[in-house]
């Protein structure tokens, strides 16, 4: 024992405990993020059972039940609970019970003692509301015009033909109000930017004004169009409604303009659950957030972190190879860029929120205010790009990865091998010939290898972005079909902001959370995919550069 | 590397183009390079460039003399200027209240205040600054109430129509009507008055000439439907002062106190909440024995007085509530003594600061919160008998005895800002005793800010040296076992994960931190614990039982593979620790561990505690460790340990005194930078944090850092405040402070590896 211990073996085998702990974390955090998110999106069964209060009464209980946890009695008697057990610990289940509008309370905790039998019956609606969330209830007829059109074993097949109808509509309406009215919109504002512009250089004659209002007239009546075509299709999708009984017995009668999904989790096979999953994971990278983002998709997150990603892609590489160039190539090698080199690679350790305070205060309150005063003054005191937006923030990202992508460019210049160089230069080349023609291309691979790993660092940065441009809700996307077409002025939604916001600032984050899990999964593969590519680059290309020497 | 230069001769046409676009891209991209590295070194001298002001002396140009026509300087009593500091305003004692251009003394108005026949003002009082109104005590025991009124109307400028002219039309105002209030029944002379008015209520606390205090109070109530102003009043006398002569009197502005000053040193406090039954609450000593209170004010907010003396010394005073909520008047702070008998003393309209005169003829700026003199200055023009500051604090008004009205612009935007109020304890305004208190801004205009980075910085610290307990032994020991023990093909999977560890996103961690460990924790806080201090010695006993088990079991799995043999051990131990939780809380802490702790032990518990942010942060940590501390083990040349090993010492002994030996510069480089890195860390802490900025150490309470409070509060700090700057410092010192340190584990990382290259 005593020689074990001297020949140093524990001491190993705790450096190794060291390596495993670090990497049970690793997998540990990705494997969370996948399970909690990958099932998010799988129809949970709806629970029914009693719950029995302290008085005595009993109250049925309709909902799913996310999640469940050992806890300690004492907390449940501190919380009012009257359990009659000498157990210090019980269960205790997390029911979802939707209807919120109705009831009050979405999502409540219930301690197993109190609880009876869960039952499963098959007759139970689900239904992904437009508005107030998620709806639990025993499904009993179809309506048209308050007239019941279906009832018992009939209403479910009814209800799936007319919600089908009252989907196409509600695309219809979608599609009005955001892509034709929002252009009308952008125009008409356009139309008042140069009124005012007019105005301030004092050519705003009457005939000028008479020609703006021309042009206003025809825009404000296709406007009054289509309010006019909105309303009647409103009019048209508020016909139908379902009634149900919800868990304390009352019926409810449901708008099917309201229902933007509605499934019977209870009665689905496998292979209808599948189907519905890959729905839903469909609709929630293509769809638009609701209910303040805790609902529907997250589309407009995943073009916003895109969008930022690709400005700053074509910002950071041209300027990192630049400066990786002159460092590596033209520079006099001495102290004084030793120092730089170093100072260089220290800026990839300073903290990102600096970054977005040097944002916040030199692009958008100085350089963002300046452009609005000499170019924008129409808007003012509105901002245009004196206030945080898209193009700041991948300034501010490309400042951020810049180091990242010096690093690596000059990493894979010195591993260009100086034969190669020499031989160029033996046959006639001049040293930008040479660089431009043999030792940039050679190198590529490398540069790509530190663009990867800064989009990927990007990709994942919140706390610069918060400062500089990311909202929790983006009225519009900074890309749309209105010319100039690409908005650089505009705020975005970021999948890393989005995760912040809904899991910390939502005000129902218990419903969020699924959502938030399902967000995160998204972003870590993103990110995972990102590196991984960056890290097989490097090796190929350090196996080829290897190959090189030998030449 | 050495210079390779192409050598080609010059030659004509097609190979001078090519030399030509040469020398271009040479210049181009040495343009291009210098211009990115200097743009990059813009950030720290912008960031600076926005501090810099909070940290420059306060400015003040020399003092104008104004030529102010006779009546406007005969006896003032009062001068005040208006929001943009154009125009100014004198008072004097027979009620001329005269307005002139704040530049050259010019007379714009001048007007007698409304009395009745036979009356003569014998008092003035002043209001709070920022309600603008005046009284004037009569002989016949009423008083006046005025208001400076200034109307700002625009013009558009005919010459640049870009430009809007602003043209101020001053006047004064009677909001309570032009007849005199009656205040003493009896109708004796009010020799001493104090007045604050608001639109509900008036309160006016004056001494009489026969010797009575009297507090009358007048409630307006409009009509609704009407719109007609009906005043209600209501008047008693109050209790008489203990000793000496009344001096002065001093009513707040929210009009619930009533400071009486009186006999040389002594200040009486009335409760003065209930004006039908006002009530003495104290009498105080203001300075010791044989020295004399010759001047005091309210500062704004009504909460603070200032009181000098005759010796030119200068306190502040607020009532402090102890434990059985009862309020005393206290002592909070002395200010830099001035050198003559202070004469006038002149509040800030919103900020806690005010401008003292002496009978020296000196000035003194001072600020409240931040205990500092901003600014002295000696007139030479006798004894100040007024003062005034304007209302955005940007211009000073003084009156020397001999009447010369004397103005300057100030620019003070910063006062809150000394040593003392950012890194020391502070008395604040209604707090019990000093402390340190991060706190930029609430609803109410009269707030104190609250600046200090004591606690944030302290968080900051906390939430690295968590986050370090975490990440050092983790990532340094596994540093070592990667690169000294670990067999290749480990080190094949073992690398890119902990690549991917690196790039896994901070929000991601702090989401998982904050809404998965932290309840999580919460609900099984002894397994957790258990789990921890089970691990390090589960470790062991692997080893042992591996050690121990037949040889012909161990043969097959090589040396080198002991990590991936841990990790089901890893997940068996703690599986069970967390079963073992539950029981343990429920024999040994009631069931409920931290409900335990905070009741029985008193440590306070918070859900999002430093425990679950040391491990999340280091999570973020161990692998930028792990990565430079590896390499430096790794790169230990072969032919040292070869040596030691040859020389009989076993791998472990080899290791210890020979790889950690010559690598330790590097592993301290991979601390260094790492802790670089746990400082800075924003949504991490953000998220797994309550963000209450307390300062105490213990592993079950959260804090808040600088970091987080720049995400928190940049977006809303607006540009230009000391807010605002503040926020670029913390930025700056963070920055400053992660450079250096990455400077410095750089310059040891090279001379390492300058070391390794000789031996």
Redo the contacts between chains.
């Keep these: 024992m005593k020689n074990?211990i001297k020949?140093?073996?524990?001491?190993?085998?705790?450096?190794?405990?060291?390596?495993?702990?670090?990497?049970?974390?690793?997998?540990a955090?990705?494997w969370?993020?996948a399970a909690q998110g990958l099932t998010h999106f799988w129809p949970k069964p709806v629970v029914e059972t009693v719950f029995t209060g302290n008085d005595g009464q009993a109250v049925r209980l309709l909902g799913e039940v996310p999640d469940k946890?050992?806890?300690?009695?004492?907390?449940l008697r501190?919380a009012g609970y009257k359990i009659d057990t000498q157990d210090?610990?019980t269960y205790r289940y997390l029911f979802k019970l939707g209807n919120r509008d109705i009831t009050g309370t979405d999502f409540k905790w219930f301690p197993a003692p109190m609880l009876d039998k869960f039952t499963y019956p098959q007759d139970v609606l689900a239904i992904e509301r437009r508005e107030w969330g998620n709806f639990y209830g025993h499904l009993k007829q179809v309506k048209e015009d308050g007239k019941v059109v279906a009832e018992g074993a009939q209403a479910w097949p009814e209800l799936l033909k007319r919600m089908e109808r009252s989907n196409a509509l509600f695309r219809e309406i979608l599609y009005i109000e955001k892509v034709e009215i929002g252009k009308l919109n952008y125009a008409l504002e356009k139309l008042r930017l140069q009124e005012r512009k007019l105005e301030?250089q004092?050519r705003l004659t009457d005939a000028a004004r008479a020609d703006i209002q021309k042009q206003r007239e025809p825009l404000e009546a296709n406007f009054l169009k289509l309010q006019e075509k909105i309303e009647r299709l409103r009019h048209d999708i508020g016909r139908d409604s379902l009634s149900a009984e919800i868990m304390d017995g009352r019926i409810i009668d449901v708008p099917l303009a309201k229902v933007a999904d509605a499934i019977m989790p209870n009665a689905m096979s496998v292979w209808e659950k599948i189907g519905h999953y890959v729905r839903k994971f469909w609709e929630f990278t293509t769809d638009d957030p609701r209910e303040a983002n805790t609902e529907g998709g997250i589309f407009p997150a995943i073009f916003g972190t895109v969008m930022m990603v690709l400005l700053m892609s074509v910002m950071v590489t041209?300027?990192?190879i630049?400066?990786?160039?002159?460092?590596r190539?033209?520079?006099k090698?001495g102290p004084m860029i030793r120092m730089?080199r170093?100072?260089?690679?220290?800026?990839a350790?300073?903290?990102?929120?600096?970054?977005?305070?040097?944002g916040?205060?030199?692009f958008v309150?100085f350089l963002g205010g300046n452009i609005d005063h000499l170019f924008f003054p129409e808007a003012l005191p509105a901002p245009t790009f004196g206030s945080p937006g898209i193009l700041w923030a991948s300034l501010t990202l490309a400042?951020l990865t810049?180091?990242v992508v010096i690093v690596a460019t000059e990493e894979g210049l010195s591993r260009v091998p100086?034969t190669i160089?020499?031989g160029s230069?033996a046959l006639?080349?001049?040293?930008?010939?040479?660089?431009?023609r043999t030792v940039l291309p050679i190198a590529s691979p490398a540069m790509m290898t530190g663009l990867i790993l800064a989009v990927?660092?990007a990709?994942?940065?919140?706390?610069p972005l918060?400062?500089v441009g990311v909202v929790k809700l983006a009225p519009s996307l900074p890309l749309d079909g209105n010319f100039p077409f690409l908005h650089l002025e505009r705020k975005f939604m970021h999948l890393?902001?989005h995760?912040?916001d809904v899991?910390?600032q939502s005000p129902n984050?218990e419903a969020a959370?699924p959502l938030?899990y399902a967000t995160?999964l998204l972003?870590?593969i993103i990110?995972?995919v990102?590196?991984?590519f960056a890290?097989r680059l490097r090796n190929r290309l350090r196996e080829r550069m290897r190959g090189l020497e030998g030449v | 590397?050495e210079k390779?230069?192409?050598?080609?001769s010059k030659v004509g046409g097609y190979t001078g183009k090519?030399?030509a676009?040469?020398r271009?891209?040479?210049h181009f991209?040495?343009f291009?390079?210098?211009s990115?590295?200097i743009?990059?070194?813009?950030?720290f001298f912008?960031?600076a460039s926005?501090v810099a002001p909070i940290f420059m002396p306060v400015k003040m140009e020399d003092l104008n003399s104004l030529p102010l026509t006779k009546s406007a300087r005969q006896d003032t009593v009062y001068l005040g200027t208006e929001e943009q500091a154009e125009i100014g305003v004198s008072m004097s004692k027979r009620g001329v209240v005269a307005f002139f251009d704040m530049r050259d003394g010019k007379p714009i108005a001048e007007e007698k205040i409304a009395l009745p026949e036979g009356v003569e003002p014998v008092s003035f009082a002043a209001g709070d600054l920022s309600q603008k109104t005046v009284g004037y005590g009569l002989s016949d025991g009423r008083m006046l109430l005025l208001e400076q009124k200034f109307d700002v109307s625009f013009a558009r400028d005919p010459n640049n129509?870009?430009k809007d002219i602003r043209t101020i039309k001053p006047g004064i105002n009677y909001p309570l009507g032009t007849a005199p209030l009656l205040v003493d029944p009896e109708g004796h002379a009010l020799k001493r008055l104090s007045i604050q008015h608001t639109d509900d209520e008036t309160t006016a606390a004056a001494l009489t000439d026969d010797g009575r205090l009297l507090l009358v109070s007048y409630a307006s109530t409009s009509n609704m439907l009407t719109g007609e102003v009906s005043t209600k009043r209501e008047g008693v006398e109050l209790p008489p002062v203990p000793n000496g002569d009344i001096r002065q009197l001093l009513l707040d502005v929210k009009q619930r106190d009533l400071y009486v000053l009186h006999g040389e040193r002594f200040v009486t406090h009335y409760d003065v909440m209930n004006k039908s039954s006002p009530r003495l609450v104290q009498t105080v000593e203001l300075v010791p024995g044989g020295e004399t209170v010759t001047a005091a004010t309210i500062l704004s907010g009504g909460f603070s007085l200032i009181v000098g003396t005759n010796n030119g010394n200068l306190a502040q005073w607020f009532q402090v509530r102890d434990e059985n909520n009862n309020n005393h008047l206290t002592h909070i702070r002395s200010f830099k003594p001035m050198q003559g008998s202070i004469t006038t003393i002149a509040p800030e309209y919103f900020r806690k600061g005010f401008l003292a005169g002496d009978n020296k003829g000196d000035i003194g700026l001072y600020y409240a919160t931040s205990k500092r003199l901003l600014l002295d200055r000696a007139t030479g023009k006798g004894p100040i008998t007024v003062a005034a500051i304007s209302p955005r604090g940007n211009a000073i008004l003084l009156e020397g005895n001999d009447g010369s009205v004397m103005t300057a612009k100030v620019e003070n935007d910063y006062p809150e800002v000394s040593f003392y109020s950012l890194w020391q304890k502070v008395w604040y305004e209604s707090y019990q005793e000093p402390e340190y208190n991060w706190q930029s801004s609430a609803a109410t205009s009269d707030f104190e800010p609250k600046f200090s980075l004591a606690p944030l910085t302290f968080g900051t610290l906390k939430a690295a040296f968590y986050a370090m307990l975490v990440a050092i032994?983790?990532?340094?020991?596994?540093a070592?076992?990667?690169a000294y023990?670990?067999s290749p093909k480990m080190r094949g999977v073992?690398k890119?994960?902990?690549?991917?560890?690196e790039?896994?996103?901070?929000?991601?961690?702090?989401?998982?931190a904050?809404?998965?460990l932290a309840p999580y924790i919460d609900?099984n806080l002894a397994g957790t614990l258990l789990a921890i201090f089970l691990?390090?010695f589960?470790?062991?006993i692997?080893?042992?039982v591996?050690?121990k088990l037949p040889v012909r079991l161990t043969q097959g799995v090589g040396a080198g593979w002991?990590?991936?043999?841990?990790?089901p051990?890893?997940?068996l131990v703690m599986g069970v620790a967390l079963q073992l939780g539950?029981p343990i809380?429920?024999a040994l802490f009631?069931?409920?561990m931290p409900?335990y702790l905070s009741n029985k032990w008193g440590w306070s518990y918070e859900q999002r505690n430093s425990l679950v942010v040391g491990v999340a942060m280091g999570?973020a940590v161990?692998p930028t460790i792990?990565s430079i501390a590896e390499d430096a083990v790794f790169s230990v040349p072969k032919h040292l340990t070869s040596g030691s090993l040859a020389l009989g010492a076993?791998?472990?002994?080899t290791?210890?005194n020979v790889v950690l030996l010559t690598a330790s510069p590097g592993i301290f480089s991979a601390v260094m930078?790492g802790m670089?890195?746990a400082?800075?860390?924003?949504?991490i802490v953000?998220?797994a944090t309550g963000n209450t900025a307390v300062m105490d150490l213990s592993i079950f309470t959260g804090f808040r850092t600088l970091?987080a409070n720049?995400?928190v509060e940049?977006?809303e700090a607006a540009?230009g405040t000391t807010h605002y700057r503040l926020?670029?410092f913390s930025?700056?010192v963070?920055?400053a402070f992660?450079?250096m340190v990455?400077?410095l584990a750089?310059?040891v990382r090279?001379r390492l590896r300058e070391k390794y290259s000789h031996i």
């Design positions: 074990w020949s140093g073996e524990p001491w190993i085998w705790t450096t190794a405990g060291a390596v495993a702990l670090s990497l049970v974390m690793v997998y955090v990705v969370l993020t946890e050992e806890v300690s009695l004492l907390r501190e210090k610990f301030l004092n041209p300027l990192g630049m400066a990786a160039v002159y460092m190539e033209y520079a090698q730089i170093i100072s260089v690679n220290n800026l350790g300073v903290p990102s929120i600096v970054y977005g305070v040097f916040l205060g030199f309150y400042l810049l180091p100086r160089r020499e230069l006639g080349a001049t040293k930008a010939e040479t660089l431009w990927a660092r990709a994942g940065e919140v706390a918060m400062l890393g902001f995760i912040y899991g910390f984050v959370r938030v995160a972003l870590v990110i995972v990102l590196n991984l890290i | 590397m390779i230069e192409s050598n080609i090519r030399m676009k040469d271009l891209f040479k991209m040495t291009g390079g210098l990115v590295i743009a990059i070194s813009l950030i912008y960031l926005v129509p870009d032994p983790l990532a340094v020991l596994g070592i076992f990667a023990f670990m073992v890119p994960s902990i690549e991917i560890m790039a896994l996103p901070t929000v991601i961690l702090g989401f998982l904050g809404l998965w609900n691990l390090p589960s470790f062991v692997t080893a042992y591996w050690h002991e990590a991936a043999l841990l990790i051990v890893i997940l539950h809380e429920a009631d069931g409920d409900h999570f161990i792990f076993t791998n472990w002994q290791l210890w930078i670089g890195r400082v800075g860390e924003t949504m953000l998220m970091s720049v995400g940049m977006g540009v926020l670029f930025a700056l963070l920055f992660t450079f990455n400077t750089e310059l090279q």
